[in-house]
Every structure is written in C-alpha cells, then in structure tokens.
C-alpha cells in the first residue's frame, strides 16, 4: 500500500520510499522516513496535493511522490482518534 | 567571504525554516542588520552586531534549513558559513512543540565540534498544545546547554543572554552504532592520508568530512574529485554498511542508486541519516511528555478548517483578493498624493529651467521628473506595500496554504501555486508584481514568471488606455485578446522546458498558522526596502537621461520615416510602429502615441497587440535587472524584442484587410 491510497483520517506507518536519491533526501529532511507515522488530513480534489500530519507537524506532498511511499496502514486507527 | 568582524566573537544563528530565527534576531540585535546575498545565490544572509554586557558580538542569521545535506541552497550556503567562519558559538533554534525533528539538525550541528546552545523557541506554544519539556534531562542527553525560550512574549530572553555570554563548551558529536563508527574510522585515516592539511584548509574537521562523504552529498563531489583515491574508499565503504544493514543485493553501485534497478526496489536511507533520527526521536522521547487528551487550541481550530480543501480554498482566494486590492488602493492612493507633492516643483522646473535653458537643462529637467517622481509615486509604495502584504503571508503560515490550494491549477502551466500572486499583482502594476516572484525559490520558475510579466500581462494603467484606443478606433479586441493569450500560452510552453518535473513536485512543510508579528513584518519590510535609495533610484534617473538623450536626437521621428516598411511588414504606419519602441519608457505612453494617430480599424488592432506584448516598461526593466541579473534580463529583453514583430507579421497575415 502506498500514501496515496489512505483515506483522510486514516493513520499510518512508512515502511520503505522508492524514489530516487534527491526526493529521498527532500522527504528525509521533513522527517518521513521509514518507521514514520502519518495521518492523512486532507485529500485535494483532481489529483491535487495531499496534507498529511507527521509527527505535530504538517507536511504538503503531491501525489506522484505520495505514491512512491509505501505504508503499512494501523487498523485500530478510528479508536486511536477519540 | 562575510564581513568580518575585527575581534569581535562570532555567533552564527541555525535553524529549519519557520522557527522564529529572524525574530530572535531582531530581538538581539535591533533593526542595524545588514542582508547580503551569498556570492552566486539568491539567499538572503542576515549579518548584524550586539553589544551584551561590553562584549562585542558579531551575530549572521544563517538561511533556514532542515538539515546540513547541501542538496539546496539553503543548506549549501549554510554549510559554507559554518565550514568558512570562525565561529565562536553557535545558537540551535528549534521549535519546542517539535522537538524531534528539530533534534536531526541539532546533532548534524554536534558534529562540528563547536561551543553551541540550544534554543527551544515558541516554548508558548508548546505549552499551549500539552507539551512539556524537561530541559535539564534535555540538555544532559545532547551535552550542551539547553534554554527555553518565547521570543513573542520575550519569555526566557535574559537566560539565553546569559548563555551567549559564559557558554564556550564544545558540543560532542553523536556516536553511531559500531558498524557506521567504524566505517567513519576507517575514512579518517584515509582522509588524513590524503588530505594532510585538512585543519588549514578551513573545511570541514576530520569526522565531519568523514560523515559528510559517507552520506555523499553534492558538496563532497568537489572534495572526491581533488582526491580521486577517496571516492572508491567511500564506495566500498558504503557497500558494506549497506550489506551489512540487509541489503545483500546490492551490487557496488551504491553512488548511482537512483538508477539501479535492485536499488529502486529496496534502498537504505543512508545509515547514517537513518541512525541520526532514530537518536534524535529516542532523545525527545525521553524528556518531551505530551498530554494525549486535551483541548484543540484556537488556531488549531481555525487550521481544521482552513486546511479542508474547499474551504480552504475560498478562505485563501478572499485573502488573495484583499491582499492585491490593497496593493492597488497603496499604489493609486499614494500615486495621486506624491503627484500632489511634486507637480508644483515639476511645473516650477519646466517654467524657469526647460523653457529658457538649451537641450542638456531640458533633458535633466524630463529625468527628473520621469527618473526621481515616477519611483517616488509608483515604484516606493509598491514596493512598501507588497512587502508588507508579502511579510503578512509568510508569517502568518497562510503563503504555503496557498500554493498547496492552487497547486493544481498551476501545475496545468508547469508552474508552483505561488505564481498567483505575482499575476494577480502584474494586473495592478508590474513593478511590484516582480518583486512578489520572490516567494518562489526556483530561478527557472522566477525567471519564467518575470519574463511573463515583463512582456505578457498588462497592467491597470496601460489596459485603461489601451481599451481608449479599441474604442476609439473601433479596434478588433477579441484579435488582441487571442493574440495576448496565445503568446502568454506559447512563453510558459517555451520557457517552461526547461523547469524539471521533479522540481515541480510537492514536497513542502505547512506551518501552523500563526497571528503575524507586526513589528517583525515592519523591520523586515523596512531591510528589504534598503536597495530602494541605493539601487533603484540611481538607476531609474540614469536611465531615463538616457531615454531623453534618445528622443532629444530624434531616434523617433526617423522610425517615423519607416513607413514603406512598417506598412508592408506589419500594416501599420511608421508612427505607430515608434509607438511599439515608447514602451521602453512606459507602457501606457505607448497607447497615448496611438490615440494621436490617424489610424483605421486595422492599423489599430495591429498597433495596439504590439504595443500590449512589447518591452516591460522602465520601473519593471529595472526591478527585474535587480532580481534576476544582467544575463537573464537581457534573455527577456530579447524575447521582449522579438515577440512584438513576430505578433505584428502573423496579425498582417491573418486579419482581413
């Protein structure tokens, strides 16, 4: 499963990013780096940007680069969010 | 390099981008700072001194940065300061509510071995948000001093003072597990063999060089390519740490792993970096306590809301909206105000001097009014203005929201969200509109947008007078339109090429959203706005002496005598084509040239769509000659030249006759 694919919401681990070695550093430097954990905040119409929550901080990623990070998705997400 | 500093002890300011430095800075030094551009980038360098307790400090605001990998120009020209300057101490400021981010750069910084504090900023907030820090337990695990600060509420400012004066402690580097420690070893003595006067040679010291060549980053490449045996050392190096990690396919070609198939699948994020965060979340974990069940805060609530994409996206464009009108009530506000003002010295001038003086006093007396009143009532309070508008949306977290907003739309133009701003303000007046194409870092996408600018959009002055002249000589306005939106389309295709996918991509921090700090916006407006007097205003009176030179020795009237060329290229009367080259001074001189002519319908049309696509007008050559250098301007002034001749022979082509 890839970032692209989570609901908004929905909470997440990376496991591992296939992309090259610059959009690699580019997400490093904004902490997503496998064993991160993510939630989706927002979902922008059109193949617009996604907004996830990393760690207390937001982070902007548009979707070709959301779709090279690979997650593995926590299924007690929704009881986590009350 | 910087500007030195005799005897003065050094503190250089690091930190990510959004963490309050530059109000820290503004607070420990007052408004005398200095920006300086680093040679060859268009990063801003802030240098300015301190007086604590009869010491002298001299203190630089280094550009924010994530991290110290020197992959972008923030974090190169931050890199070269630390490695370049003797520095005495350096000030981490990080952001308290996110400790652990912030922690991958503060042990990046370990590493240079140099007396440093750190800095936990906006420790309101944090505590605002459930956050407590214990910065005794803190500062034990790191092994440096460690001071929580509010720079807004002046919270905790007397304690770091007190650090800054008595802190020289060198900070110690962060250990790695024994395989990457021992792979750094190793590199050492290798470094120490080939590069014997690493401590003269002003670069990095000997484990940070180390570290540096293992993660391979651009700046190494020079280093590698001076000592050619350190490259396969590092390889092999690498290789083994990969291995080692559970890589086991990996097949020696580590440094061109993004475009190795087995590494595309299964790459390591470089051990080290790996290593580096994991400590540093270990480290936060350890003296940060969140509380899990608490309150959103009012601007947390206010982002839930904002940050929902539909209303998110009306929020935005009312604020997009409200910002260019108030750059335009600015501009027209203050325009009639400094007219006011300067008229009667300006008709005291034309009277006494012009009239009775020969062609050298009626020359200074035209410059002056064109070259000293035009950037008193157009270029000063555009500028003013989109500064504060422009200060307004970076400090408030709102300017990233935007892009993120109109991403979309852009992108269809291969450009970033941010290029709004600039168009939308082009429609006002140009001049500050190129000063707005700052918020965008790429120069390929800057120098796109001034060039569109430059030449495409027309601003209010020049479309007011322009549709005067559609009116009166029954002009075809939908052959102009299309022919605007035609060359418009054409440019960013053309301009565009060059702008790489990859750049385009989205990658961004969204800060949280904050209530802007006016008096920063004030001082960081008032520090921009020095090129002003010493730029600007020199240059626009040198220029326009020049254009009145020209128009003394009547360049205009031989144009004039072009007729049977014009006519035959272009269908239009010699006059009007003298109208295109007026542009240069000002656009919407050019129309009034046209209003003065015997023109018929078609002669209009084409007229007027040269002289809409033709040169930028002088305020805006100038702007853009600042902010983008004489070889790019030059490119545009070409493009510029071209555009209007080429629009004038296909409309000679195409339109009935």
Redesign the interface.
């Known amino acids: 499963m890839v970032i692209s694919q989570l609901a908004v919401g929905e909470k997440a681990k990376i496991t591992n990013i296939s992309r090259g070695q610059e959009a690699r550093r580019r997400l490093v430097d904004l902490g997503l780096i496998p064993g991160t954990e993510v939630e989706m905040i927002a979902v922008h119409p059109w193949g617009g940007p996604l907004l996830l929550k990393v760690g207390r901080s937001h982070v902007a990623l548009g979707r070709n680069v959301a779709s090279a990070i690979q997650i593995e998705k926590k299924e007690n997400c929704k009881n986590d969010k009350l | 390099m910087m500007k030195h500093s005799d005897g003065k002890e050094i503190i250089a300011l690091v930190g990510q981008p959004n963490v309050g430095k530059s109000a820290l800075m503004n607070y420990l030094t007052g408004i005398k700072t200095v920006v300086s551009n680093y040679p060859g980038t268009t990063v801003e360098v802030l240098e300015a001194d301190m007086r604590l307790a009869d010491r002298c400090f001299h203190v630089i605001d280094t550009p924010g940065t994530?991290?110290l990998?020197s992959?972008t120009e923030e974090q190169r020209v931050t890199q070269q300061i630390l490695m370049e300057t003797p520095i005495d101490l350096i000030l981490n400021i990080t952001d308290a509510?996110?400790l652990?981010?912030h922690l991958?750069l503060t042990l990046q910084l370990l590493d240079f071995n140099l007396p440093i504090i750190v800095v936990l900023n906006q420790i309101d907030r944090a505590r605002e948000?459930g956050i407590t820090i214990d910065s005794k337990r803190l500062s034990e695990e790191l092994g440096v001093p460690v001071v929580p600060i509010s720079v807004m509420l002046e919270e905790g400012l007397e304690d770091l003072r007190q650090a800054i004066l008595t802190q020289r402690e060198r900070g110690k580097p962060m250990c790695f597990s024994p395989r990457v420690e021992t792979a750094i070893t190793e590199l050492r003595s290798n470094i120490r063999l080939r590069i014997p006067d690493i401590d003269q040679a002003n670069m990095h010291t000997e484990r940070t060089l180390a570290i540096h060549l293992l993660e391979h980053?651009q700046l190494d490449e020079y280093i590698v390519k001076r000592y050619p045996g350190l490259e396969s050392v590092v390889e092999s190096l690498q290789h083994e740490m990969a291995k080692g990690y559970g890589y086991p396919d990996c097949n020696d070609c580590f440094r061109e792993?993004?475009l190795c198939p087995v590494m595309?699948?299964?790459?390591p994020?470089f051990l080290t970096?790996?290593e580096r965060?994991?400590r540093a979340r270990t480290i936060a974990r350890q003296s940060v306590k969140a509380e899990d069940h608490r309150r959103n805060t009012p601007a947390e609530k206010i982002e839930n809301i904002i940050?929902?994409?539909l209303a998110?996206m009306l929020f935005l464009l009312l604020a997009l909206y409200l910002s260019v009108k108030g750059v335009i009530l600015a501009i027209t506000g203050t325009e009639e105000l400094v007219t006011a003002l300067m008229n009667p010295i300006e008709e005291w001038l034309q009277n006494n001097i012009a009239l009775s003086a020969g062609g050298f006093w009626r020359i200074m007396v035209r410059a002056f009014i064109d070259g000293i009143v035009l950037p008193f009532s157009v270029v000063l309070p555009a500028m003013i203005s989109v500064y504060i508008i422009t200060g307004l949306w970076e400090d408030s977290g709102l300017l990233?929201r935007l892009s993120?907003?109109l991403?979309?739309l852009t992108r269809l133009l291969r450009l970033p969200g941010q290029a709004v701003i600039p168009f939308l303000l082009g429609f006002g007046c140009r001049a500050p509109a190129v000063l707005a194409t700052r918020i965008m870092s790429e120069p390929q996408e800057r120098f796109l947008v001034v060039a569109l600018l430059s030449i495409v959009v027309p601003c209010a002055a020049s479309l007011g007078i322009m549709a005067g002249v559609v009116a009166k000589f029954d002009a075809n306005i939908l052959a102009i339109g299309l022919s605007m939106l035609a060359v418009f389309l054409f440019l960013t295709y053309f301009l565009g090429r060059k702008i790489e996918d990859?750049s385009?991509?989205?990658?961004?921090?969204?800060?949280?959203l904050r209530l802007p700090n006016l008096k920063n916006i004030l001082s960081k407006t008032w520090l921009r706005m020095s090129g002003f007097f010493s730029q600007v205003l020199p240059l626009m009176f040198f220029a326009s002496v020049c254009i009145r030179i020209l128009l003394e020795i009547n360049v205009l009237q031989v144009l004039a005598g072009l007729n049977p060329v014009t006519l035959t290229l272009f269908g239009i009367p010699g006059e009007a084509f003298a109208g295109v080259a007026i542009t240069v001074v000002q656009k919407y001189l050019a129309p009034m040239v046209l209003l003065n002519l015997p023109l018929t319908a078609r002669e209009a049309t084409i007229a007027c769509a040269m002289v809409a696509l033709s040169f930028p007008c002088l305020p805006v050559s100038i702007l853009a000659l600042r902010e983008l250098g004489g070889k790019k301007f030059l490119q545009i002034f070409a493009i510029a030249a071209a555009v209007p001749i080429i629009v004038g022979l296909i409309l000679n082509l195409l339109l009935p006759v």
Do not use: F, K, S, W
């Open positions: 994530y991290t990998h992959d509510a996110n652990d981010r991958y948000l980053d792993c993004a595309e699948q299964q790459h994020i970096c790996l965060t994991e940050d929902r994409p998110g990233p993120m907003v991403d979309r990859a385009l991509e989205l990658v961004m921090e969204v800060p949280p």
